[in-house]
């Protein structure tokens, strides 16, 4: 991970050059010196990550590498003399501030410190290494990557063998799996693969169809293919299992004669291989030439880690987590190994401690089968479940620790900017669900992010979390606006986070002590009411605080407390009881990005307009209800969230770097400038008026990059309802790249409904109060072709829904709520094979009993995995969670 630490100290190392590329034009060799040599420490750090897994002096020189990296980025923070003016806008807050020169004394002392500083990094640096040769560190060359330790590889397969008699929860994967493998109608050649994150069981499901299907094939073949694997390797072992060819004839063969040889084998026979842990999409461009397809019905079954590497094989089957009560039966089976009857052994309170420590799992298999392991150990102790229960950290215990170094595996595999987005997870508490948005926000406003051609910052972000997502690492929600790591995985990161030196968290199952900070600490994440009782003045060095999941009150006048902290970059007190910020708050000229939200904040100073590399400030749900001017014309920012209130004050075209404007309220400004702001991405405006119609319709036109959008018109009292005009521009294609669109007090008719259903990209669609007025609602055949998440909320005139055969065809999740007057079910949804959740949320009573199983509706919905009903009765809220057959 040290490399990684470097990768990114180097990058703003660069950065530093250019944004100070006049100040520092005297010391410019010196810098460019520092940047050469820390690229140059990287090619050792694959080999010393090796090697310092086993030797302690390796290990502290991996640890002083990192620690140099951070220093080096430090020198900045002495870059700006304070009675230098920063800003135009600063100019415009302080018209006497002194201006300085160049040449002035005040400069040259800065620079001669910063001169210093750089020279004592460049001893250190000596030193460094100077132990380097000692240690044996050699130059291994390319990208430096931890290798993977093969004996965790061999823990692994012996972890994760589980006999066909403890296979839980997967007979449905299974059973289709085995479908497709013995599906006499499929003559051709084909494939099927199985993905899910590390430990949910893709090998034990795929070894027990294995063992199922092998008699129906003239020949079958199971290959390990792993991380490291070599084609020839590869090669062999399919002759080993379908020739009786000796060992050492194989090894003198060529490639070239493999590949010969196995094609010809499997040319008369039908085949079934299964391939087994693939980790790279070029183990098939490898193989599969030499895979001959006879019309005989082979198969070849898949299974890997990432979705991406199997996205050119159908169908694919992604593995979920085992329900609670699965968990369970998987828990006491490897619990109690030896016994037919768990419950004669098992007693009532001794299950409910384990259904407890099933819990801690996620319904993850690996981590049920390790703990299952330790309780077989303890016997049918309640003192020692319960025990385990009270005290389980995967990190200190053995067990636990195997667990996540066989996870583990799946992040060396990361490249190095995928780690430190990865690692992000830890600053965050467990079980906790992040906006996608907010994710972005942050990793950009750290520097993971790096610039691509043709695109923004934000966009190589969604396909950084794209292929975290795509390797199984992270999980988003139906709706995608959230995400979250399994929590077994967050214990991992919380613990490499620390071990590394990349963030610490604070106030979680520690005494919340400030001896436990150190002045090394540049990321701290602080948790829970005893985080507060850091010492902040221990951690000069600190560049990120977030508190989520933290609440503290500010002193008597809750303001800010760390302004001496002058290198902090990221700030996110949201949810914290803040209620002032203070005017020196300008003063932290690093600041990228300032996190308020939920907090009881009234206004901001005047002096944010000095923030000028202040790129994000989320403010929703506070209590302000104007901006300093000058905060709009900080040229860097790219995401703002306000509070309903707030109406921009740009006059006058500009923030071109802006991708994400959230919740303003519609004003004059929409006319002079909306159609400036041409990199948005979301746009979120509340109170629109019929004047503002006009403009709406041509800027939205105009804005090419823009994929979220949300429309508030003015809520209007029902009387006047009839004298309201329609938002009339949907009746035509507006912003035809949308992904998301959210409307409210809109008036649609279906007019604008035939059109919303031609936008070609839309994937989730919310229609809330006020958005539609007919007592009917069409969605035609072919209509919403992406469509995946769709939310109906307070239509209060909607009678009738229709839905025709072909509309919405990837529809995944529907939530109803509050449309009281629809009598029925639409029949359309009988015909969505994709449809996994439904939500009936206070509806009629009458809607609802249709819905319930034997209910007139239930035909078309009893596909359907998970429903949910909530009702009224007598004032008492009822909810019914029915689980199709």
Request: hydrophobic share 40%; aromatic share 6%; net charge neutral.
């Amino acid at each position: 991970m040290a490399d990684a630490v470097l990768g990114y100290v180097v990058q703003r190392v660069g950065d530093l050059l250019i944004d100070e590329a006049v100040f520092l034009y005297k010391v410019k060799d010196q810098v460019e010196w520092l940047k050469r040599e820390l690229r140059a420490m990287e090619c050792f750090l694959k080999d010393a990550d090796t090697k310092s897994k086993g030797d302690e002096s390796v290990k502290n020189w991996v640890r002083d590498v990192r620690e140099i990296a951070h220093q080096a980025e430090e020198p900045r923070r002495v870059l700006r003399p304070r009675c230098r003016a920063e800003t135009t806008a600063e100019k415009e807050l302080h018209p006497n501030h002194c201006v300085l020169p160049p040449s002035t004394l005040n400069e040259f002392i800065v620079l001669h410190k910063f001169g210093n500083e750089i020279e004592a990094i460049r001893a250190k640096i000596d030193e460094i290494n100077g132990r380097r040769s000692t240690y044996g560190i050699q130059d291994l060359g390319g990208e430096p990557r931890r290798q993977i330790d093969k004996t965790v590889r061999e823990r692994r397969r012996v972890v994760l063998h589980v006999p066909d008699a403890d296979l839980v929860g997967m007979d449905e994967e299974k059973n289709r799996i085995l479908r497709h493998l013995l599906d006499g109608s499929r003559k051709k050649r084909s494939m099927i693969s199985i993905v899910g994150m590390g430990g949910l069981g893709k090998t034990t499901l795929a070894k027990r169809v294995f063992n199922e299907a092998k008699a129906r094939f003239s020949l079958s073949v199971w290959i390990d293919v792993s991380q490291q694997y070599s084609a020839e390797a590869l090669l062999r072992d399919i002759l080993r299992q379908v020739t009786k060819l000796k060992v050492k004839k194989l090894e003198e063969m060529t490639r070239t004669e493999c590949e010969a040889t196995v094609y010809q084998t499997l040319k008369a026979e039908n085949y079934l291989i299964v391939m087994d842990d693939v980790w790279d999409k070029e183990v098939w461009t490898i193989l599969s030439p030499h895979l001959p397809d006879a019309q005989n019905r082979s198969r070849v079954l898949i299974t890997s880690l990432s979705v991406e590497i199997c996205g050119y094989i159908y169908p694919s089957l992604q593995l979920r987590f085992l329900t609670e009560e699965e968990s369970w039966e998987l828990l006491s089976r490897k619990a109690f190994p030896n016994e037919e009857d768990i419950g004669v052994v098992c007693s009532a309170p001794l299950r409910d401690v384990g259904k407890q420590i099933a819990r801690k799992c996620g319904g993850l298999p690996l981590a049920l089968v390790v703990l299952g392991g330790l309780l077989s150990t303890k016997g049918p102790s309640l003192r020692a479940w319960r025990r385990v229960a009270e005290t389980l950290v995967w990190e200190t215990s053995k067990d636990g620790r195997v667990c996540l170094d066989i996870l583990a595996l799946s992040y060396e595999d990361l490249p190095r900017h995928l780690k430190w987005c990865f690692l992000y997870f830890s600053s965050l508490p467990e079980d906790f669900e992040i906006e996608v948005d907010k994710l972005i926000g942050l990793w950009v406003a750290e520097g993971f992010v790096e610039q691509r051609a043709g695109e923004t910052l934000e966009e190589t972000a969604e396909d950084y979390l794209e292929e975290l997502v795509q390797r199984c690492m992270v999980m988003r929600d139906v709706s995608e606006l959230r995400c979250r790591i399994h929590d077994v995985l967050h214990d991992f990161t919380v613990a490499e986070a620390k071990e590394v030196g990349f963030l610490v968290s604070h106030g979680i199952g520690d005494d919340g002590g400030a001896s436990q900070l150190d002045s090394s600490v540049r990321r701290l994440s602080l948790q829970g009411e005893k985080a507060w009782c850091w010492d902040s003045q221990s951690t000069p060095r600190l560049r990120t605080l977030l508190t989520l999941g933290a609440r503290r009150k500010f002193g008597k006048n809750r303001t800010f407390p760390f302004l001496h902290l002058k290198l902090l970059r990221v700030v996110d007190l949201g949810r914290t009881r803040i209620a002032k910020l203070p005017e020196q708050v300008g003063d932290l000229i690093h600041l990228r990005y300032l996190g308020l939200k939920n907090t009881k904040i009234t206004s901001l100073p005047c002096s944010v307009g000095k923030l000028r590399h202040l790129q994000c400030l989320d403010a929703e749900w506070t209590e302000i209800k104007t901006m300093p001017r000058g905060f709009w014309k900080i040229e860097a920012l790219r995401q703002v969230i306000v509070p309903f209130p707030v109406e921009p004050e740009m006059l006058v075209a500009g923030l071109s770097n802006l991708q994400v404007l959230k919740e303003v309220r519609a004003g004059r400004w929409i006319d002079s400038c909306l159609g400036s702001l041409t990199s948005l991405r979301e746009l979120q405006i509340r109170g629109i008026k019929d004047c503002h119609h006009p403009a709406l319709s041509s800027w939205l036109l105009k804005l090419p990059r823009l994929k979220k959008l949300g429309l508030r018109g003015e809520s209007i009292p029902d009387c006047l309802e009839e004298a309201t005009t329609r938002i009339k521009f949907w009746r035509r294609p507006v912003a035809p790249n949308l992904t998301q669109l959210t409307l409210e007090y809109a008036r649609l008719s279906q007019d604008s409904i035939a059109a919303l259903e031609k936008l070609p990209e839309l994937t989730y669609l919310y229609l809330g109060a006020g958005s539609y007025e007919g007592n009917e609602m069409i969605c035609s055949r072919g209509g919403f072709p992406k469509l995946e998440s769709l939310e109906l909320f307070a239509l209060k005139k909607l009678e009738r829904w229709v839905i025709e055969a072909g509309a919405m065809p990837r529809l995944r999740s529907l939530e109803i709520s509050y449309c009281r007057k629809l009598a029925m079910l639409p029949e359309g949804l009988q015909q969505m094979a994709a449809l996994k959740e439904l939500d009936l949320t206070h509806m009629s009573p009458e809607i609802c009993s249709r819905a319930q199983k034997e209910g007139e509706d239930w035909p078309k919905i009893q596909h359907i995995p998970s429903i949910t009903i909530i009702v009224i009765s007598s004032d008492v809220e009822v909810v019914y969670e029915l689980i199709s057959d």
